[in-house]
C-alpha cells in the first residue's frame, strides 16, 4: 500500500516491545517465581478448599439435613451458588467466542485467563447439583444409559435439558481452553527442561508450529468459537426454564432466559474484572491489558447490566399487570417482606451503582472498576437469592410459606467453591500463560508489520 | 544421519515467496513452520483452500442432530410417561437436548478430525532438533526440507536457500 496509517488498534500492546522480549514477559508468570500475593491467594484458596471438601464429608455422611433447605424453600443456596457460578463462566466463553468471530482484536489479551475462569467456574458449578442429589452415587441416573429397570430420563424436563447443556457447556469450553493452549504449550516445552519438558511435551501433542498445520487449526477454532457462542446464550436459557418451567409465583416468566442470559454476561464480566485487574497489578501486565482493556471491559458489563435493570423493572409491571394475585403477593413479598433487605441491596447495586459506568470518569478509575465488579458480582449472588429463596418462600398457601436460613455447612460450601476457584486459577497461572502468548505475538506483528 | 534442511527467514513475505521457488524448482517435501497463521499459504503451496473441516462440521451436525432426535423418540417410545398431559412425541420439549448433541458431536468431530489431519499427536519431528527450532514459535519463519526430497541436494539446496535470503542450518549429523 502506497501510504501506511496507523492501525488503529495499535495502542492495545503498549510499550517498546519485540516478539522475543514479548513472550518472555507473558511467560513470566510460569517462568518466574510467583510475586508474594500469589502464595497469599494459593494459601487462602488451599485453607478454603479444606473446608470446602469437610462440608461436603458432612453433608455425605450426616445427609442433606445438614443444611437449611426446608418446605417450600426446598432449593436454598445450593441452587443459587449453582446458578450464580454458571453465569460467572459466561464471559470466558463470550470473550472468546463471540469476539472471534467479530473480530475483535482487544480480546486477545483477556482470552486465556477468562477462559480458565469459566472451566473452574463451570466445575464448581457442577458440584452444586451433584451434592444437591442427596444420594450423589447414583448421579449416573440423569444420563441416558440402558438399565435393567428399563428406565430412560425423562427428555420433556428442563431438568434433564440442563444436564445436556452442563455437559456440553464443560466439554466445549475445555476443548476451546485446551486446543487455544496447544501453541504455547510447544512454546513452553522448547523453553524448559527435566519433568516440565515432559509435562509441556505430552500436553503439546508434538505442535511443531507447521504453516499448514496453523491453516488447519485456524479452521477448527473458529467453528468452534462459531459453536460455543450458541451454546453459552443456550446454557443459561435452559438453566433458566428449570425455573420457568414450573407455576411458582416469580418463576413462571418468559423473559426469564434473556433475563438469566443477560445476568450471567453481567456477572461473568464483573468476574474477569475482579481477575484482571489484580493480575494486571501483580504482574505489571500494563502495558498487554490496557487501560482500554478496561474500558471496553466496563462497557458491555454496562450494556448486559442494564438488560438486567430493565428486566427487574419489567417483571414488576408484568406482575402488576398480569393482575395474578400470587404474583402481585410476590412482588409484595420482596419489597417488604423480611428479605426486603436482600432485594433492595440488588436494586441498589444492578440498577443504581451501575449507572456510574456510564461515565468515563468512573470507568477510567480503577479503584472503583474494581470496587464495582466486587460489588455486581454481590448484587447477582442476591438476584439469585431472590429468584430462589424469595419465590420460594412464598408460594400459593399462607400455610406453607416458610423462611430459609442457612446452616454452617450451606456458607462453607459457598466460601469453599470460591477457595477451589482461586486455588485452580492460580496454580494455572503458575503452569500455563494467563495470556495467549501465540496470539499476542500474532496481533504484535499484525499490529506493527502491516 | 542427515533429517534435512532448515532454512530461517525473518518475515513472512520472504516465507511464501520462498516456498513458491522450491515450488517451481520442483521439490515436494518440505514444511513451512511459522508462529501463527499465515495470509496466501495455500496460494504458495499451489494448493486450493482447504473445506474439508467446515463440510466435516456440516457432516458431524447431521450425525448429532440425528443421534439427538433418536436418542429421545427412542426412550419416549421404550418407556412412555403421559407428563403432564403432553404428547408422547412432542417435538418442541426435544428441541433443546437435540440442539445439545447436535453441537456436542460437531465439537468433538471437528476436535478429532483436526487431529487426523494434522498428524498429531506425534512424539518426534526431525525440524524440532534445529538448533534455531525455538525461533520459529517466537519471531523467526522457517521452511524445512526434507533429505527424502528426489530433487534434494546437501549444497544446491542449500545455496538455493541461502540466495533467496535465508539462514540455513542443516538438521542431523552429516
Known amino acids: ?450 | 544421519m542427515l533429517y534435512g534442511i532448515m532454512a530461517y527467514f525473518d518475515a513472512p513475505e520472504r516465507l511464501l515467496s520462498a516456498l513458491r521457488v522450491l515450488r517451481e524448482e520442483g521439490y515436494r517435501q518440505f514444511e513451512a513452520l511459522a508462529p501463527g497463521p499465515l495470509e496466501g499459504l495455500e496460494e504458495a503451496l499451489g494448493q486450493r483452500r482447504d473445506e474439508a473441516i467446515p463440510w466435516a462440521a456440516f457432516a458431524f451436525g447431521v450425525l448429532g442432530l440425528g443421534l439427538g432426535l433418536f436418542l429421545q423418540i427412542y426412550t419416549s417410545l421404550d418407556y412412555p410417561i403421559n407428563a403432564g398431559g403432553k404428547p408422547l412425541l412432542g417435538w418442541p420439549a426435544f428441541i433443546p437436548v437435540t440442539f445439545e448433541i447436535t453441537i456436542l458431536t460437531i465439537a468433538l468431530g471437528i476436535f478429532l478430525l483436526l487431529l487426523y489431519m494434522t498428524g498429531l499427536p506425534r512424539a518426534a519431528h526431525p525440524a524440532v532438533l534445529a538448533r534455531g527450532y525455538p525461533g520459529v514459535l517466537v519471531d523467526r519463519y522457517g521452511i524445512f526440507v526434507y533429505v527424502t526430497d528426489p530433487r534434494f541436494h546437501p549444497t544446491a539446496t542449500r545455496s538455493l536457500l541461502e540466495s533467496l535470503g535465508a539462514q540455513v542450518e542443516e538438521v542431523g549429523g552429516g
Not at chain 1, 420433556?156 to 452442563?166: F, G, H, Q, T
Open chain 1, 1 to 450: 500500500m502506497a501510504h501506511k496509517e496507523p492501525h488503529p488498534d495499535r495502542d492495545l500492546i503498549q510499550g517498546d516491545w519485540t516478539e522475543k522480549s514479548l513472550v518472555e514477559k507473558l511467560l513470566e508468570p510460569v517462568e518466574k517465581p510467583p510475586p508474594r500475593p500469589w502464595r497469599l491467594v494459593a494459601a487462602v484458596g488451599a485453607a478454603l478448599t479444606l473446608a470446602w471438601l469437610y462440608a461436603i464429608f458432612v453433608t455425605f455422611v450426616r445427609g442433606l439435613g445438614t443444611w437449611g433447605i426446608n418446605q417450600p424453600v426446598a432449593w436454598g443456596l445450593d441452587v443459587v451458588h449453582f446458578v450464580w457460578w454458571i453465569g460467572i463462566g459466561h464471559a470466558g466463553t463470550l470473550i472468546s467466542a463471540i469476539l472471534v468471530l467479530m473480530r475483535q482484536n482487544w480480546r486477545d489479551s483477556l482470552n486465556r485467563v477468562t477462559e480458565a475462569m469459566t472451566f473452574f467456574a463451570i466445575l464448581a458449578a457442577a458440584t452444586f447439583p451433584l451434592i444437591h442429589m442427596g444420594r450423589p452415587q447414583h448421579f449416573y441416573w440423569v444420563m441416558p444409559y440402558p438399565t435393567h429397570m428399563a428406565l430412560w430420563p425423562q427428555y420433556k424436563s428442563p431438568l434433564s435439558w440442563d444436564v445436556l447443556a452442563i455437559m456440553t457447556y464443560i466439554t466445549i469450553s475445555t476443548l476451546f481452553l485446551y486446543l487455544g493452549l496447544i501453541p504455547d504449550l510447544a512454546l513452553l516445552r522448547e523453553r524448559s527442561r527435566g519433568w516440565r519438558r515432559k509435562f509441556y511435551g505430552w500436553l503439546s501433542l508434538g505442535w511443531t508450529g507447521s504453516a499448514l498445520h496453523w491453516q488447519r487449526y485456524r479452521a477448527v477454532y473458529v467453528l468452534l468459537a462459531g459453536l460455543a457462542t450458541p451454546v453459552v446464550i443456550s446454557v443459561h436459557s435452559v438453566v433458566s426454564m428449570d425455573f420457568a418451567y414450573a407455576l411458582v409465583p416469580g418463576w413462571h416468566v418468559t423473559i426469564f432466559p434473556p433475563f438469566f442470559a443477560a445476568g450471567a454476561i453481567y456477572s461473568g464480566f464483573a468476574m474477569a474484572l475482579t481477575l484482571v485487574i489484580p493480575l494486571r497489578k501483580w504482574y505489571r501486565l500494563e502495558g498487554v491489558i490496557t487501560e482500554r482493556h478496561l474500558d471496553w471491559m466496563a462497557k458491555i458489563t454496562l450494556a448486559s447490566g442494564l438488560g438486567v435493570a430493565y428486566i427487574y423493572l419489567l417483571e414488576i409491571f408484568v406482575m402488576w399487570y398480569s393482575a395474578e394475585p400470587h404474583e402481585w403477593a410476590q412482588q409484595l413479598w420482596r419489597m417488604t417482606g423480611p428479605y426486603a433487605p436482600y432485594y433492595w441491596a440488588m436494586m441498589l447495586i444492578n440498577v443504581g451503582l451501575l449507572q456510574t459506568l456510564w461515565f468515563p470518569r468512573f470507568r477510567r478509575n480503577i479503584a472503583w472498576l474494581f470496587i464495582f465488579s466486587i460489588l455486581a458480582n454481590v448484587g447477582m449472588w442476591l438476584e439469585r437469592f431472590v429468584i430462589v429463596v424469595i419465590s420460594l418462600s412464598h408460594d400459593f398457601v399462607p400455610g406453607s410459606f416458610n423462611l430459609y436460613f442457612p446452616t454452617w455447612v450451606d456458607w462453607t460450601l459457598f466460601l469453599g467453591t470460591l477457595g477451589f476457584f482461586l486455588l485452580g486459577l492460580a496454580l494455572f497461572i503458575r503452569l500455563f500463560p494467563p495470556i495467549a502468548v501465540a496470539e499476542m505475538v500474532h496481533l504484535f506483528h499484525k499490529l506493527r508489520k502491516h
